[in-house]
């Protein structure tokens, strides 16, 4: 047995998919030498299904991530190929970009993007193994006996552990189609005593775009304006494309019905979960009989390819099937599948054993992020990703750990929600997980987080720059909104009044107006001052006014917050054993004691506890502190 | 508090009568027992009566035979083990059977502390163990039955629908909101302004009913005032003997023979009689005097009995007018004498309330009720329909009320949804602060069953 170590690291990352990428480019930028490892550096930010980024709520998420210094935002504004502004027509808070990628493309400049981050090494390899003593992390140990050496470790793994693909009965392991699974990885964990389930997920059919019959479908083209998703991007400068929107029908849904037996799901043969939100055709043609068709989306792959991806039509049914299904569909009656779809199961792991940091409670210096915990999405691993690597950075730095709060971001929100409640299907952000939800705006999420990505050193000086500049002009553009008035003699009025075809009193300012119904962000343009209009943006005009708009129902709710924080700050001893709280019932022990929340807050989150479980922990905590 | 160990006490009001019962609950309660009854192999069965000496444990003589009743955890009151002795009334008995209990390694339960580890055992939730509550300290028929339907749960019965509805407007904005592109039908978000203009209704009209409600609770206070001779007195007992109050001790009033509690439509109206409000320099006058201004300063209505049978005095002219001040009835008695003329009190003055009683038999009693309570009771809710009680539920009522007020406004004005959305997950987070539920998850739950959501 090898006692000695091939090469010395900080930190390793092991997978390079979406979490993997944003953990080692934030490690290494925070001064770690970081190593990436591999299974394949050709499949460096791989997206293993549709290939899109973005999104309500997932949207929300690449932009904090940009705003705290990640990567993501950057490489799908340089590769998106579609952008489309979701919400347009409504408030700041829940609009979000989407953006379709090409596929190669992205991972070309995912991998060229770490090639250039200095400290950050791309090495290939499978990870069998950890080296472990005394509950602490020494590296990791390769199938070519290579063992790297690290101080710290992140795992984000992604589908690959112990994965299990499904094609009507045929079932082979594989962490995506013709990539090898990570199995001894795998079985290390669970000898590690890790509390490993199992997930599972499905992709569709890529389809052969030639043989399409386009007129038939409905086009769906690109935003005129497309917005980017990063602070830094100015503008988007590569062509875009349009998608095509078609439908199933009552002939699909027959013969899907006929055939469930043949459908892994459906047949027993995937004991995995999978989420209700992405389910596959088999699930929605079953559980909504009534509908008569569902909607499909053609996507394309890239610029210089032909192949397709049937957005909507998920499916582990088998080839012949799926191919049979597809000819059933007008448009698509002589298309062929290139790649058929397929149902995926993996392990993964109860993120209710990881810290606010996302460090492992069983092993010190392991950090979990991503699929492997319980999440399903790019964006949700990504932001996972992010925050793992700069933790792993920090301990080594031995500074502080960095949380968010679930108050000021969705990042906040998801990582409270998978270590407090754990996860019984794969996670997706949605808005309405979080209270909070209006304060979270999207075009807000630079003044919320890029202060601690400058503290944290992810913001490089120009980024910073930018950031400040961006501040100050809405500064004064509220200012100016605020102290413009026009009265009924001034022209202005007359115009105003007239546009807007309402009485605005003996005088008003331009911020009232901006805060009537119907009222456009261009219209109030017009109306300023030259010297502001002048550096002003409109997006940045349309987030002053959402701040103006939103500011009061914030500040009710901030109220409310600081009354619920109070208590929710409340710390619980770590070395507190829940069944000296006498007036809980054993259940209410035995759920605390899962969890071993760190505060009154986490713990009212345990799904499960009583209100009056949580007023005789509440009672405790506070008599006990006397 | 502390919240550790197994806890005793008497459940039953201290004082002699013929049985007492002592109710102990904890892990160690079977155990405790057993010392008591000197009998370690005692196993009996849950939920049967059975008849047992009990051993003082200095002198290891009987004191008593008690039937004993083992409840076993959770069925039972506190969730936890619970043993009830049921001994003799005797204080004494009583007191050396608790010391006993105390001896063997008991504590004494702190206020409501059987109640608090019902609740935390999830035995009660938080608005039953508010009606046990209002059960102990109910003071009439008419409040007993409300505080046992509480119990009953018939307040979170009676939310959950609103719940429901408000989650049927919640879903389809919501969902209109997040899945954006999904296949959802256009109309999904309509009629919202109509649905909450209802639910709204709904649960103002809830909240109104805590006015009577308190009143239930609480009750009212009356002062009989008037000059001697009008009969104040006769009529404050003719009041009296047509009562079917359960006539208890009242908090914070001294139970005197001039202030009683009678039953008025189900409400407590605690009557006080007073002295004369003459100057006098006669010492027990003076205290009489006392007594009567501060039953005045407490009241919430104030009765003027004038003799209906002669002409106003300026006494009775003065009185009235201090009357007046409050809410105030003016009771014309005597009205079984011939001389009785309603026109004597015209002078009283305009816009008074009027009644003419006799307290010699009894007429015009019920109108003279039915009027001190119609200016406190809310509506046209009878007796037998559901009140809220509660100023917690009260609060909160009034609060889901205001939030769904504000994202009514919104719905005019043409905003985003999530500005609409703010105020009704306020609305829905109230109502849980009642009954104690309704997460995110699961509204995310009610859009996946309703909607094809997903691509």
Known sequence: ?626 | MQTAGTIVALSTPPGRSGIGVIRISGERALDLTRALLRDPDFDPDPNHVLLRPVFDPDTQEIIDRALVTFFRSPHSYTGEDVVELSCHGSPPLLLRILDSLLFFGARTAEPGEFTMRAVSNGRLSLTQAEAVRDLIEAHTHAAVRQAARQLGGELSNRLQPVKDKLLEIIVPLESSLEFVEDDLPDDIARNIEQNLSLLSSKIDVMADSFRRGRLLKEGLRVALIGRPNVGKSSLFNKLLSSDRAIVTEIPGTTRDTISEVINVEGIPVLITDTAGVRSSSDRIEQLGIERTRRAIADADLIVAVLDGSQALTDEDGEIVKEASENHCVVALNKSDLESFCINNAQQAGDNLVLVSVSAKNGSGLDALCAEIIRPFSAGSLDEGSFVITNARHYDLLRRTSEALQSSRSLVHQNVSEELILAGLYEALRFLGEITGDTTPEDILSQIFSTFCIGK
């Open chain 1, 1 to 626: 047995m090898r006692e000695s170590f091939d090469e010395d690291f900080d930190v390793i990352v092991i997978g390079a998919g979406h979490a993997g990428c944003e953990a080692a480019s934030a490690s290494a930028r925070m001064g770690c030498q970081t190593a990436l490892v591999t299974i394949s550096l050709d499949m460096i930010g791989q997206m293993s299904c549709n290939p899109a980024v973005g999104g309500i709520a997932k949207g929300h998420l690449v932009r904090e991530i940009d705003a705290l210094g990640g990567i993501m935002g950057r490489v799908i504004d340089r590769t998106g190929i579609q952008f489309r502004l979701l919400n347009r027509s409504r408030g700041p808070a829940v609009q979000a970009p989407r953006a379709q990628a090409d596929r190669a493309l992205y991972r070309t400049e995912m991998r060229h993007v770490l090639e250039f981050t200095p400290n950050l090494h791309l090495r290939q390899g499978v990870v069998t193994d950890f080296v472990i003593k005394a509950g602490q992390i020494l590296g990791i140990k390769l199938q070519d006996t290579r063992r790297l050496r690290a101080k710290a470790v992140v795992l984000a793994a992604g589908t690959f552990l112990n994965g299990l693909i499904h094609t009507g009965r045929s079932t082979y392991t594989a962490g995506r189609a013709g990539e090898p699974a990570s199995i001894e990885l795998a079985e290390s964990l669970k000898r590690l005593g890790f509390s490993v389930g199992r997930l599972k997920t499905g992709t569709p059919p890529r389809l052969d775009g030639r043989t399409i019959d386009w007129d038939v479908f409905e086009s769906q083209p690109a935003d005129e304006r497309p917005v980017p998703f990063s602070f830094l991007t100015e503008t988007i400068e590569q062509p875009q494309v349009s998608c095509h929107i078609g439908y199933t029908n009552e002939e699909v849904h027959r013969t899907i019905r006929d055939n469930l037996q043949e459908s892994p799901l459906y047949s027993g043969q995937i004991k995995g979960i999978g989420p209700r939100y992405c389910p596959s055709i088999e699930d929605k043609v079953v559980k909504f009989p009534e509908k008569t068709r569902h909607q499909l989306f053609l996507e394309p792959e890239g610029y210089d390819t032909y192949e397709v991806y049937l957005n909507g039509f998920s499916t582990s049914l088998p080839f012949e099937l799926q191919q049979e299904l597809v000819h059933k569909m007008p448009g698509l009656d002589q298309t062929k599948i290139i790649r058929p779809g397929y149902a995926i199961e993996y392990d993964f792991v109860d993120p209710r054993g990881l810290t606010p940091f996302l460090q492992t409670s069983l092993v010190k210096g392991l950090f979990f992020a991503g699929q492997i915990n319980g999440t399903t999405g790019y964006e949700e691993a990504a932001c996972q990703g992010l925050l793992a690597g700069i933790n792993a950075a920090l301990s080594i730095q031995g500074r502080e750990g960095f949380a968010l709060r679930r108050e000021e971001s969705y990042i906040g929100v998801l990582i409270d929600d998978l270590i407090t409640q754990g996860v019984d299907e794969p996670y997706r952000m949605f808005t309405s997980r979080a209270e909070n939800r209006l304060n979270l705006r999207y075009d807000t999420s630079d003044a919320r987080l890029s202060p601690y990505g400058r503290n944290l050193g992810l913001l490089a000086d120009s980024d910073w720059l930018r950031f400040s500049a961006r501040r100050d002009r809405i500064a004064r553009i509220r200012t100016t909104l605020l102290e413009t008035r026009f009265k009924r003699s001034d022209h202005e009025y007359a115009e105003l009044s007239r546009q807007i075809q309402n009485d605005l009193g003996d005088s008003i300012s331009l911020a009232a107006v901006s805060q009537l119904p119907s009222v456009d962000a261009s219209l109030i343009f017009n109306f300023l001052p030259s010297g502001v209009r002048s550096s002003t943006s409109l997006s940045e005009l349309e987030t002053t006014i959402g701040d103006l708009l939103y500011h009061g129902y914030i500040r009710t709710q901030q109220l409310n917050n600081e009354r619920i924080r109070n208590q929710s700050d409340l710390p619980i001893p770590a070395s507190l054993s829940f069944n000296r709280v006498s007036g809980l019932s054993h259940e209410m022990v035995e759920r605390l004691e899962r969890i071993r929340p760190q505060n009154f807050g986490q713990a009212c989150r345990i799904p499960g506890m009583t209100p009056g479980a949580l007023s005789t922990l509440l009672f405790f905590l506070k008599t006990s502190r006397n």
